[in-house]
């Protein structure tokens, strides 16, 4: 059974831009959550999304974005980058949701310059 | 605001010893997890604890949550150098938006 994918697996942008992350998770799984990752923050939830709805959302900026599409690959995308927003970008799928196990990819690394 | 806390934040430890690392979280919540990340990788799933007094094993690692106590334990046992790693628990809000709540994570060292 393939685990979650993620691309690209690194990034380099500089402000102002905008990018799009992609995630495909497990076949079968219909929740799709991305996190933040950086050294001051930790880990941050940024939202979930399920069968095509997005059903949570955290404390983040309007400039985070995300979908999903009917074959429960996700996107997110982030515009108007600023140099806080390097990180490395996680997404993780499960079956559907809380309380199920996740499963997480390998992680998109932006950096801005 | 709510907060989870783990501690220690780092921990260098002898193969061979037993240790605890725990996980206070500030509100009320009956389903936690804990994740183990290698240098360089994403997280890896241990643990699913969905409600008070949940125990589970696996290998040298074995996780508890005390719901009314607010408080999970992740305990080794007989530590070996492999368990070296950054171990996180994270608290569902399931209710909130915030969703899942992660403590800063555990640095673990464990020496040969």
């Known amino acids: 059974k393939a685990g979650v994918t993620q691309t690209p697996r690194y990034l380099i942008k500089t402000r102002g831009q905008q990018v799009t992350l992609s995630c495909s998770p497990i076949s079968g799984h219909r929740s799709v959550s991305w996190y933040q990752q950086t050294p001051g923050q930790g880990l941050q939830f940024l939202f979930e999304y399920f069968s095509e709805t997005q059903r949570n959302k955290g404390n983040f900026p309007g400039r985070f974005s995300g979908r999903q599409f009917s074959n429960s690959r996700s996107e997110m995308n982030v515009s108007t980058l600023e140099l806080g927003d390097s990180a490395l970008y996680l997404c993780a799928s499960s079956w559907s949701g809380g309380g199920y196990e996740q499963y997480f990819g390998p992680g998109t690394r932006l950096t801005v310059t | 605001e709510l907060k989870v806390e783990q501690n220690p934040l780092f921990l260098s430890m002898q193969e061979g010893k037993n240790y605890t690392i725990y996980c206070n979280y500030s509100?009320?919540?009956?389903?936690l997890y804990w994740y183990r990340q290698d240098p360089g990788k994403s997280l890896e799933s241990l643990f699913v604890?969905?409600?008070?007094?949940a125990v589970k094993q696996e290998g040298r690692l074995m996780a508890s949550l005390d719901t009314k106590a607010r408080l999970s334990t992740l305990h080794i046992t007989a530590a070996v150098h492999d368990l070296s790693a950054t171990y996180f628990c994270a608290v569902d809000m399931s209710n909130r938006d915030d969703k899942i709540i992660f403590g800063k994570g555990t640095r673990l060292h464990i020496l040969p």
């Open positions: 604890l969905l409600s008070n007094g």
């Open positions: 509100t009320t919540s009956d389903r």
